[in-house]
């Protein structure tokens, strides 16, 4: 069985103050829910205070992207073996990332290997763009990103994936459970296609795109679907609390 898992993206959102009060107020209802696995994932600059007030909980901390190289002379990034010292999960390949930072399917890979190396369990981002999908080119657009991430990596041990399709990103505009169900059946398809059977079983695949408290069921309820990516929604301690909490319901 796949512990389910709802991660939060607050993307660049939150002073470290108001990550702190955010924290505050959903820490101990969060950590009474044991089936679910719950990360959140704060600014950089916020992991370490939020660290510190998780600390003893059963919630996880994420990042929401590194650099590649391990150290060096590479202004204002942040490493993989930082990283490691502070947090447990990494958001990779992030479609703002792909969109604004120009990254491509070769960085997305290497950030997934660097993760990967330095013992951080990834969470790969994949998915298409609404041109890709009105042209019915989904199943081809999410196969080649889930390819070219994992070139050369022979073993994903603590990968997840997150299949996000860019026009449900932020735009309260979701996927249906069906759809996100067959997709990520797919991707369950194409990871033991690269690892065999047991370890796409085995491995966690997440929706994300506008999920809420008000949807998140429909996708929970899906049996492909083991949890969520959460944006916006994770940014309201009400919101967040009810999807975590509904998800526990769901997977019991
Ligand atoms: P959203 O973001 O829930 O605000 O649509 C999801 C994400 O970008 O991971």
Known sequence: MRVPLIAGNWKMNTTVSE????????????????NVDKVICPPFISLAPVRELIKGSSIKLGAQNLYFEEKGAYTGEVSPLMLADLCEFVIIG???R?????????IVNKKVRAALGAGLKPILCIGERLEENEAGRTEEV?????WSSLTGID????LLIAYEPV???????AATGKQANETISLIRRNVAKLYGKEIAQDMRILYGGSVTAENAAEFINQPEIDGALVGGASLKA???LSIVTQTSEIKR
Not at 142 to 146: F, K
Not at 155 to 158: E, V
Not at 167 to 173: D, L, S
């Open 98 to 106: 792909r969109q604004y930072f120009n990254e491509t399917g070769e």
């Open 155 to 158: 073993y994903p041990r603590g």
């Open 19 to 34: 990550a702190v009060k955010l924290v505050n107020e959903m820490r101990s209802r969060l950590d009474e829910i044991t």
């Open 94 to 96: 992030h479609s703002e």
């Open 238 to 240: 009400d919101q967040f």
């Open 167 to 173: 026009w449900a990103i932020g735009t309260g505009k």
């Open 142 to 146: 999410v196969t080649e990103q889930l």
